[in-house]
């Protein structure tokens, strides 16, 4: 997935007309919606977590940590054949009730 690719998605999933910071790593790209200084002073940036998209397309909710301790984690548990974080792209479909 390129940059271009992932901004595209993260936006179009976030639906923010705020600017992202994208920031590459080995599995993917994490995200970070970018609050204006309106925003902060409201306290919108107390929590405001980021989002990882992982090479594969898949897009999970992360914490409020830092960038690079969020990247550690997400790596360390790939790595392991895992994924951390809420996944929130692809949405699951619900499944039918016989």
């Known amino acids: 997935m390129t940059e271009d690719e992932a901004r595209a998605l993260i936006t179009r999933l976030l639906g923010t007309p705020n600017p992202i910071s994208l920031y590459r790593f080995e599995f993917g790209w994490l995200a970070k919606e970018k609050l204006t200084p309106e925003q902060q002073a409201q306290g919108l940036g107390l929590g405001h977590g ?13 914490s409020s940590l830092s960038v690079r301790m969020i990247i550690r984690q997400y790596t360390e548990a ?5 994924i951390t974080g809420r996944q929130v792209w692809p949405r699951e479909e619900p499944t039918a009730e016989a």
């Open 78 to 82: 790939r790595r392991e054949g895992r």
């Open 50 to 62: 980021s989002f990882i998209i992982d090479q594969t397309g898949v897009v999970t909710a992360q």
